[in-house]
């Protein structure tokens, strides 16, 4: 691992260029490899998004990105700086610029806590360690999303799914990330939830010219919320552009038949029909896992 800066992702402004990213699990005596050389930049202040079918890679990008996997090979830079295969001690101090939201509000919060001991807890990695300090800074993140002061002393269990995950994104905010990985964010939320939550991640964008990585396998949260689009199947990209070009012009037969599902009414009412499965397999690269019905 080199700890020299990359200057051309420095000069582009790149807060996060993933460059010919490789990651195999062990399984049994042998190995998966669910993420295949890719390579995809974000620049600063924008939002990118990756899209796919379930199994395709997404969530172990976003691991590998946040480092709770080391991949096998390729870089992860962050400033320039490369974080892949970074020594945990060497790499604490930049635990800070990059925060993740899950998908599961319900699951991602400890139940114990209150939302203050939940928001304020990243405030160590800023160095902010006094109980007054804590408590004034965690009353600002609660309210900047959009919570009343009352939720402070509440526990994740007293909380709607959409409220939970305000929580989850205050946390995420309080070590002033300069990336957020946003992991299906939305996607255990109900469709105006969904929207509530979407606006204020564009609102706190706009704010704190945050950056960031949003994990989708919904294309209208995709469409709403990204710039740049990277498409993935079965580990690898099969297209990658701004997202209007790619979801109204798609180039590649597998984002065409990835639209082409989404726009499927029986899709949107979660049906999965074999037709559409047996058609994206079709058009998916070679290798890799099969996908399953039930992952449209
Ligand atoms: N710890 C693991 N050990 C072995 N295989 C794994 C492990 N984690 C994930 N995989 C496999 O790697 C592939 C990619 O998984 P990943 O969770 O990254 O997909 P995804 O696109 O995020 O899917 P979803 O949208 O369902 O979360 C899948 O085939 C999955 O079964």
């Known amino acids: 691992m080199s700890s020299q800066v990359d200057t051309s992702a420095v000069a582009q402004d790149l807060v996060l260029s993933v460059r010919n990213l490789t990651v195999d699990y062990a399984v049994h005596r042998s190995s998966f490899r669910a993420v295949d050389d890719v390579s995809f930049d974000v620049p600063r202040g ?8 379930s199994g395709c890679g997404k969530s172990t990008i976003a691991k590998a990105i946040v480092r709770l996997l080391t991949p096998t090979s390729g870089e992860i830079l962050l400033n320039g700086q490369d974080i892949a295969r970074m020594p945990a001690r060497q790499l604490r101090p930049l635990r800070s610029k990059v925060q993740m939201v899950f998908q599961d509000p319900y699951g991602s919060l400890d139940p114990h806590l209150t939302a203050e001991d939940i928001v304020a807890e990243p405030l160590t990695l800023r160095g902010i360690r006094s109980g007054k300090e804590r408590r004034a800074e965690a009353a600002k993140l609660i309210d900047q999303v959009g919570l009343p002061s009352s939720a402070l002393g509440r526990r994740p269990a007293e909380f709607s799914g959409g409220q939970r995950q305000r929580i989850g994104i205050a946390r995420a905010l309080a070590s002033k990330p300069e990336l957020l990985v946003c992991d299906e964010a939305t996607s255990a939320l109900d469709v105006s939830v969904q929207a509530q939550v979407l606006d204020l991640l564009a609102d706190i964008q706009r704010d704190r010219g945050l950056t960031y990585l949003m994990i989708s396998h919904n294309l209208g949260v995709v469409r709403e919320s990204s710039s740049h689009v990277v498409v993935m199947s079965k580990g690898k990209i099969v297209e990658q552009g701004p997202t209007e070009q790619v979801l109204t012009r798609p180039r590649d037969p597998y984002t065409r038949a990835l639209r082409a599902a989404a726009l499927d009414p029986l899709t949107m ?12 397999n079709k058009v998916a690269p070679q290798g890799g896992p099969v996908l399953m019905e039930e992952a449209v």
């Open 46 to 53: 924008s939002t990118v998004a990756i899209v796919g079918e």
């Open 269 to 280: 009412t979660g049906r999965k029909p074999r037709e559409l499965v047996s058609r994206l």
